[in-house]
């Protein structure tokens, strides 16, 4: 933005008969920008050739990282492609996979429950890795990319999450992730506690779910429904936090922490 706001107060300063040539630099620069932004994105999205919707969908970005949710159909084969790696994927919709490496059936009707979560490590498309839908309903489910930036130069929290009212359940722990399952029953809360790390909490089961700050309501009853994400940043280690169910049905959802 600084540059571009240089490159305006200059266009105040030139002559009528450069303002064309200089509205058409001017242009190209913002193009340039913009493709490069696109580009440095691309490559940590999947692409699944053989889908409908190859490339899925965007549902959150930021200079951390960026998920991706992506539909597999029963009888589907994602197509041929690449992972960049320090990836980890969560169920919303789990089902039955078959998997090939260099066109050889490596498993074959795997189930994965709603809710599960795995690790995906770098894959060069020369490994012709390929994933398919064994089953009979559609596979849903997020990808969670790291930035390369970031694992270069920062760490984030290295602690599981707690909360003293509720139990979680630690489902993935390596050197990228921690990853825990949260189960709120009708009328249960959290407990109030500090809100630390960088986290992503991935909804399973969906619900009508409140939040508290330092035991005053920040809402209520908010709908939420499976395939939702929240970013969770960290706060003031005065305040403290809590959601709770105030509705009928069961929230679940995914907590995942990145170190």
Do not use: C
Request: charged share 25%.
């Amino acid at each position: 933005m600084r540059r571009h706001g240089v490159l305006l107060r200059n266009y105040l300063e030139i002559s009528k008969k450069n303002k064309l040539a200089f509205v058409f630099i001017l242009l190209v620069n913002f193009l340039f920008a913009s493709n490069s932004n696109s580009e440095n994105l691309s490559k940590y999205l999947l692409n699944y050739p053989n889908l409908d919707d190859p490339d899925g969908e965007v549902i959150f970005n930021n200079e951390y990282a960026v998920l991706q949710k992506l539909v597999v159909g029963p009888g589907e084969w994602e197509g041929v492609h690449s992972h960049p790696g320090n990836q980890i994927y969560v169920h919303i919709k789990g089902g039955y996979w078959s998997g090939r490496m260099h066109d050889e059936l490596e498993y074959e009707k795997e189930f994965s429950p709603d809710g599960s979560v795995g690790w995906m490590g770098a894959i060069p498309i020369e490994d012709r890795h390929d994933s398919g839908n064994s089953g009979d309903t559609p596979i849903e489910l997020i990808y969670v990319t790291l930035k390369q930036d970031i694992i270069e130069k920062e760490r984030g929290d290295t602690e599981l999450q707690t909360y003293p009212s509720v139990n979680l359940e630690l489902l993935f722990d390596n050197h990228r992730f921690f990853a825990q399952k949260v189960i709120l029953n009708p009328g249960e809360w959290e407990g109030a506690h500090l809100q630390t790390g960088r986290r992503i909490s991935i909804v399973i089961k969906g619900g009508l779910i409140s939040s508290k700050r330092n035991g005053e309501y920040l809402f209520r009853e908010r709908k939420i429904s499976p395939g939702d994400v929240e970013w969770i940043e960290s706060e003031s280690p005065k305040d403290t936090f809590e959601r709770g169910n105030e509705g009928k049905e069961t929230i679940e959802y995914v907590l995942v922490t990145i170190k």
